[in-house]
């Protein structure tokens, strides 16, 4: 199939398959005898792939470092477990700071919002922060 009729079936632009081709994450394509692109149905497969890992958080570096496991025979799937992990544990850690962080501002937002701009000091930038 030629790149547009690739892009349509993985939900994708020609442009990026093009960039993913360029970055290695795709093995470079066919190319018909007027120099078009002819992908097989595994290059579907693996752009859906690339989707779910995206949809995940996953880095294309970290996308490729799996594709490459796969390509050398070897199953990724000890590696895509770590790397999940170590995204739980990233998750996480932006889930407390981003909590903290509107604790904080909905504590000045309550303070401010009761407050008489009026009565701001204009010695300070602002007072209630």
Not at 49 to 57: K, L, P, T, V
């Amino acid at each position: 199939m030629r790149i547009g009729e690739a892009a349509s079936a993985a939900g994708l632009t020609s442009k990026t398959i093009r960039f993913y081709e360029g970055r290695g994450l795709l093995p470079p394509a066919e190319r018909s005898a007027n120099g078009y692109r002819e992908y097989g149905p595994d290059t579907i497969s693996r752009l859906e792939f690339i989707r779910r890992c995206q949809s995940a958080g996953l880095t294309l570096a970290q996308i490729q470092g799996i594709l490459h496991i796969r390509d050398s025979g070897t199953t990724p799937c000890t590696r895509v477990r770590d790397i999940l992990g170590q995204q739980l544990i990233d998750l996480d850690k932006t889930i407390a700071e981003l909590t903290a962080l509107r604790a904080t501002v909905a504590e000045h937002f309550t303070t401010i919002d009761a407050a008489d701009p009026s009565d701001c000091d204009a010695e300070q930038i602002c007072s209630y922060i």
